[in-house]
């Protein structure tokens, strides 16, 4: 279990993920694209209730965020949101300063930050003890960035962004548990079914 204990984070609530994803969806009114990031973001993206504008990545760790950027630059009156595992936005935290200088005002983006690489057996990441993400991103400039406190201000942040006018990265420390149902692995059906989605593809 991730413990933040030098980090601002420490005094949010551990939450959980799928729980957070589900709350994430029903606010979803205006057929906003949402990008789960590899493993369980996905899976739980899924198991909240697929929706034709969701994407879910596969493979490579810390592709969610980069890849909602191009959605976000491509469509910008549609909002996107993106959801990623604390080790995969490590792996790709070179990302945070690319959308902090192209400041997308569309897009949303939340860490669900469990401490751990929980689908490959539990290893403590660097953000179980040193590393505070949302410093980390306030740092490179995204300054509308903050800790979800617990579930209603986690709410909270999410309707905020959906009018925000500046890319923000919320922040919520998850438990260990894994992801509710995995994805069909189909990489083509994933990408054909999210153009049609998006409106970018007319019929296949
Ligand atoms: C580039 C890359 N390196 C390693 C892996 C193996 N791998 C897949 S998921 C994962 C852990 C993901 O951790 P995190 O993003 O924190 O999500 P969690 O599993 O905790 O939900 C690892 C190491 C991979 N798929 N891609």
Not at 93 to 120: F, H, R
Not at 139 to 144: E, M, R
Request: glycine share 10%; with cysteine; aromatic share 6%.
């Amino acid at each position: 279990m991730n413990s933040h204990n030098n980090t601002p984070a420490r005094n949010t609530k551990v939450m959980n993920r799928f729980d957070l994803t589900s709350r994430l969806v029903a606010k979803l009114k205006k057929e906003e694209a949402v990008i789960g990031g590899i493993g369980n973001t996905n899976f739980d993206l899924w198991a909240a209730g697929h929706r034709p504008q969701n994407f879910y990545m596969l493979g490579s760790m810390g592709l969610a965020f980069p890849i909602a950027l191009g959605v976000a630059l491509a469509q910008p009156n549609r909002r996107v949101f993106a959801l990623e595992g604390d080790g995969s936005l490590l792996m790709q935290l070179g990302c945070l300063s690319t959308i902090a200088t192209l400041k997308p005002k569309n897009l949303s983006m939340i860490v669900l930050d469990n401490g751990i690489y929980q689908i490959t057996g539990a290893q403590p990441t660097p953000a179980a003890a040193a590393t505070d993400l949302i410093a980390v991103a306030i740092g490179c400039g995204l300054t509308n960035s903050s800790w979800a406190a617990d579930e209603g201000d986690f709410e909270r942040l999410i309707e905020q962004s959906l009018t925000a006018s500046e890319p923000m990265l919320i922040g919520a420390r998850i438990d260990d548990g894994p992801g509710t149902w995995a994805t069909r692995r189909d990489p083509v059906q994933i990408r054909e079914r999210f153009m049609l989605g998006l409106g970018s593809r007319e019929g296949f």
